[in-house]
């Protein structure tokens, strides 16, 4: 029990004492009034009893032939509809980052030279670089080893600057950056 429901109870004996008190103090007024004589109850008359109704005979409604089923022949299922397939198509365009620091070795060992790394576009599709780093790079098509294969190449381009290829065949193009060979990156058109 909390200490809220026992204050509840000492109010509420608190109250009916109040209320005990001045019921006393009007009682010893002094006021009497005559006692109210009351009549003698009457006895009610006793209703004579009322007859139970005689039964009635139901008829039972006499049973309805039921009729022979008849045969539904089966729905036929209707044949399956293949749905063609859509292969989603490659996107029309990409954006790759030059990731801060990537002039200094190290970013090849995570492949995030160039973020993403290796890029989809559909023939038509358009290739954007901006370089996020201090640094300038290129983004010239080839390898570091057999060199640039003259698809395409930025030339040097600075810090916050971009270059954009779009690609017009289909095929696997790679590229790297000429000032710093351990950068490399692909770029997939389909």
Do not use: L, R
């Amino acid at each position: 029990m909390t200490a809220a429901d026992k204050f509840g109870i000492a109010v509420a004996v608190g109250i009916t004492i109040v209320f005990v008190a001045i019921a006393m103090g009007f009682a010893s007024m002094g006021t009497t009034t005559s006692p109210v004589s009351m009549p003698a109850p009457t006895p009610a008359p006793t209703p004579a009893p009322t007859p139970a109704p005689a039964p009635v005979e139901t008829p039972v409604p006499a049973p309805e032939p039921t009729p022979a089923p008849v045969e539904t022949p089966p729905t036929p299922e209707p044949a399956p509809v293949e749905t063609p397939v859509e292969t989603p198509s490659a996107p029309s365009a990409a954006d790759v980052a030059i990731a801060v620091g990537a002039s200094s070795p190290g970013c090849e060992t995570t492949s995030e030279c160039f973020v993403p790394n290796t890029v989809t576009v559909s023939v038509g599709g358009t290739v954007t670089w901006t370089n996020n780093d201090a640094a300038a790079h290129t983004v010239t098509s080839g390898s570091a080893s057999d060199g640039p294969d003259g698809t395409f190449d930025s030339s040097i381009f600075m810090s916050k600057k971009t270059f954009e290829h779009t690609f017009d065949k289909a095929g696997t193009y790679d590229y790297f950056c000429v000032v710093h060979p351990w950068m490399t990156g692909k770029v997939v058109v389909e």
